[in-house]
Nanobody, 121 residues
Framework: QVQLVESGGGLVQAGGSLRLSCAAP????????MGWFRQAPGKEREFVAG??????IYADSVKGRFTISRDNANNTAYLQMDSLKPEDTAVYYC????????????????WGQGTQVTVSS
């Protein structure tokens, strides 16, 4: 069982930045693919960004604004979010999976509890 703990959400004005963290305490997760997803009220969970080893993928809506990274020594993944827009408002979740990196939420077997990101206009 992989336990994931997100942090770093909050309220920010449009154009601002936030950095989300996803920790897997007590677990070596360097071989897992890690993904960030978000879910706005009334909408399905959608892919934001993913990373495995040095490979990264991004949703078109966040390319050039968000950066995913990981620190395997500290079992933590990050999502740096810059130039935030009101449409980025959602609960952000990190997920982990064994195997290849994908953008499909149902393929991720481990999830954190989510952290709220609110961007005001």
């Amino acid at each position: 069982q992989v336990q994931l703990v997100e942090s770093g959400g909050g309220l920010v004005q449009a154009g601002g930045s936030l950095r989300l963290s996803c920790a897997a305490p007590g677990r070596t997760f360097s071989s897992y693919a890690m993904g960030w997803f978000r879910q706005a009220p009334g909408k399905e969970r959608e892919f934001v960004a993913g990373i495995k080893w040095s490979s990264t993928i991004y949703a078109d809506s966040v390319k050039g604004r968000f950066t995913i990274s990981r620190d395997n020594a500290n079992n933590t993944a990050y999502l740096q979010m810059d130039s935030l827009k009101p449409e980025d408002t959602a609960v952000y979740y990190c997920g982990a999976k064994i195997g290849v990196l994908t953008a499909v939420p149902r393929e991720y077997g481990y999830w954190g509890q989510g952290t709220q990101v609110t961007v005001s206009s």
